[in-house]
């Protein structure tokens, strides 16, 4: 955890616009010990990442746009100068049948993992204790 008290829950922002899987997870982050700070939007996300200053961050590919996830993940990294871990998911290789490989590009995707979705909560949260150097994948 970056500056917190050992006691203290896992701050995860989760910045996806699919309201019912973000208060799913949460309910699972919730009893694993990870508190989930919501957010439907990018301009949204990129306030309450300033603002409430998470952990880690869960961080979906399409929001309003596509490929908007991108942009998001570099204004954090860029714009907010900021090295908060970011897990990326995406449903498009579920939607086109094609994957992207951000590890092959990593100036492109600066992001610490990407994760196809459909992801369970369980999965996501090995991640980002993974992300965070408090567990193994």
Do not use: C, W
Not at 55 to 79: C, M, Q, W, Y
């Amino acid at each position: 955890m970056r500056n917190r008290i050992m006691t203290e829950k896992i701050r995860v922002l989760f910045i996806d616009d699919d309201s019912d899987f973000v208060k799913a997870a949460g309910v699972v982050f919730d009893s694993m010990g990870l508190e989930v700070i919501p957010a439907s939007t990018e301009a949204e996300g990129l306030h309450k990442l300033q603002a409430q200053q998470p952990d880690a961050v869960v961080l979906d590919l399409v929001l309003e746009n596509v490929d908007e996830g991108f942009s998001v993940v570099r204004k954090i990294r860029n714009r907010l100068n900021s090295d908060v871990p970011v897990v990326m998911l995406s449903s498009l290789a579920e939607i086109t049948g094609r994957s992207l490989k951000p590890e092959e590009h990593p100036d492109y995707y600066p992001v610490n993992r990407f994760l196809e979705k459909p992801v369970s909560a369980g999965t996501l949260i090995r991640h980002i204790r993974d992300v965070l150097g408090k567990g193994d994948v």
